[in-house]
């Protein structure tokens, strides 16, 4: 019986592990059209595009860094109309710009269309905190 159930238990794993990089793999190749690592001039030319630009304060460490991505993940995919641009900025290589966002600390979340800011949070991981400031500006999610 024990033999059973660890061979139960590598499987179930094993299964587990073959779904998540299908549809991690999948999301991914949808997410590379809102989602980019941040550079000035992309965010200067997004700027004056008037764009909807989320910037996503983050470090790789950041357990509610993680969480807030894959809140972020699962916006697209139910607003694939969705018109906002995420900028990644890595908390640790890019303090530049984690002192001109004035971001206290990784995990910070500012929403900006042209040189205006329209939200700014740190730490909120709940999605439907985090889906009702971007559906608000969002015009392609509506």
Excluded at 61 to 72: A, I, S
Excluded at 102 to 121: I, M, N
Aim: net charge negative.
């Amino acid at each position: 019986m024990k033999t059973f159930l660890s061979t139960m238990l590598v499987a179930a794993v094993a299964l587990s592990a073959v779904i998540y990089s299908t549809t991690s793999h999948a999301s991914t190749e949808h997410l590379e059209k809102f989602k980019q690592p941040f550079t000035e001039s992309a965010y200067r030319q997004a700027q004056a595009d008037a764009q909807l630009v989320l910037i996503d304060v983050y470090a790789t460490w950041c357990p509610t860094c993680k969480r807030q991505q894959d809140v972020l993940d699962s916006y697209f995919p139910q607003n694939p109309d969705s018109e906002l641009v995420v900028f990644e900025v890595d908390y640790d290589s890019q303090k530049e710009w984690v002192r001109y966002f004035k971001a206290p600390r990784q995990s910070t979340l500012v929403l900006e269309r042209g040189e205006q800011r329209l939200w700014f949070s740190v730490a909120q991981t709940r999605e439907s905190a985090i889906f009702a400031e971007l559906e608000l500006h969002d015009q392609g999610a509506q």
